[in-house]
C-alpha cells in the first residue's frame, strides 16, 4: 500500500510538472493577445452567492444577462450603478431552474417581454416554479447546441448538477471568449473541454469543506447534497478545475457562487491562487465575486488599457 501511495505521489508530481511545461510552451507561443479587439466586450458580475446570481455580458450591440437569480428590483438598481436598464436587455441566459438562478425573471422578462434563452425541461421546471399564469418569451436550445443573440455566439453543454438539465456557457464575441460555470458537483472531461477557450471565465468555489462539516444550521442530507458530485464545487475542487481549465488564453478568473456561511473569499482565494501560482499562471489575474455588490467592470478588447498580469 505504501508503494502504491508512492507511486501515485509520483505520478501527479509528473502531471503537474507537464501541466506547467506546457502552459509555459502555450504563454511562449500564444497568438492570442489581450485586449487588442477593435470591438470592446464588458463583463461585469451583479452578484454571485448562494442567495442569487447574475451577470451583465455586453459587446457593442448586444447586452445579455447570464442568470437572473437577484430580484427584479436588486437587477435594476445594479444595471443603474452601470448606466444601464432592463428595458435595454437583448436577452437573458439561464444555466438552470433554481430560484437563485431565476428569481428575477418574473419581475423582468416578464413585464419587459426580454427573451429567456434556456433548454426545454429547464422551461418546464421554470414555469411550475414561477407558476404558469405568468408570460415569458421563451427561446428554447438543445443542450450541446449553439445559437446567436446579436454578434455573440453562445455554446452550451452539460454540467452535473442537482437540477433537470442544468448547463454552462461559453459566449464567443470579437472581443474573447466568456465562460459560465456557476452550479456543478464535479468538473468533467467535457466540462473542461468546453470551457478552455475561454478568456474571462467565472467558476464556482462554493464552500470551505471543514466549515460545512462543521456548519449546524444545515442537516446531515444537504450537506451530503451539496458534497455530492451533482451538488457544488469546494475550493479545493475549483482549484483542480482551474489547474485543468487554464490555458495562455485564460486572462481574468472570478470566483463565485461562494457560500454566505460555509466560506471565506480568502480561503477561496488562497486554494485557487496557489493551485495557479504551483503551474505558473501568473498571468491569470484573480477576483472573488461578492453576493452583495457587482464586481469592477472586466474590458476586454480595449486598447487603452493595459493588459493583465
Not at 129 to 153: E, K, P
Not at 266 to 294: C, F, I, K, M, W
Request: aromatic content about 4%; some cysteine.
Amino acid at each position: 500500500m505504501q508503494t502504491l501511495r508512492h507511486n501515485i505521489g509520483i505520478i501527479l508530481a509528473v502531471s503537474r510538472l507537464l501541466k506547467v511545461i506546457l502552459l509555459r510552451i502555450e504563454l511562449r507561443y500564444s497568438t492570442f493577445v489581450f485586449n487588442v479587439s477593435p470591438m470592446p466586450a464588458r463583463l461585469t458580475i451583479l452578484g454571485s452567492g448562494s442567495s442569487g446570481n447574475c451577470a451583465l455580458l455586453e459587446t457593442d450591440d448586444t447586452r445579455l444577462l447570464i442568470d437572473a437569480g437577484l430580484s427584479g428590483r436588486q437587477i435594476r438598481q445594479r444595471l443603474a450603478t452601470l448606466g444601464r436598464s432592463p428595458e435595454t436587455l437583448h436577452g437573458i441566459l439561464i444555466t438552470h431552474e433554481h430560484t437563485d438562478h431565476i428569481q428575477g425573471l418574473s419581475t423582468i422578462a416578464a413585464k419587459l417581454g426580454i427573451p429567456v434563452y434556456c433548454n426545454r425541461l429547464t422551461k418546464d421546471a421554470i414555469t411550475y416554479n414561477l407558476h404558469s399564469q405568468i408570460r415569458l418569451d421563451f427561446r428554447i436550445f438543445s443542450t450541446g447546441d449553439s445559437f446567436t443573440v446579436g454578434n455573440v455566439a453562445v455554446e452550451t453543454f452539460s454540467v452535473p448538477h442537482d437540477a433537470q438539465d442544468p448547463v454552462g456557457f461559453l459566449v464567443r464575441t470579437a472581443a474573447g471568449n466568456f465562460g459560465f460555470l456557476t452550479d456543478l458537483g464535479h468538473a468533467t472531461k467535457l466540462v473542461i473541454e468546453r470551457i478552455r477557450p475561454a478568456h474571462a471565465l467565472l467558476l464556482e468555489a462554493n464552500h470551505d469543506v471543514k466549515l460545512l462539516q462543521e456548519d449546524l444550521k444545515r442537516p446531515w442530507s444537504t450537506k451530503q447534497r451539496i458534497l455530492s458530485r451533482h451538488g457544488h464545487l469546494s475550493n479545493e475542487a475549483a482549484a483542480l478545475a482551474a489547474e485543468q481549465i487554464v490555458s495562455a488564453e485564460l486572462r481574468h478568473l472570478f470566483l463565485g457562487h461562494l457560500s454566505r456561511d460555509c466560506n471565506r473569499p480568502e480561503l477561496a482565494l488562497r486554494a485557487v491562487g496557489d493551485s495557479l501560482l504551483r503551474l505558473g499562471a501568473t498571468h491569470v489575474r484573480l477576483e472573488v465575486a461578492s453576493q452583495d455588490v457587482p464586481t469592477s467592470t472586466l474590458v476586454v478588447g480595449d486598447t487603452s488599457s493595459p493588459p493583465p498580469g
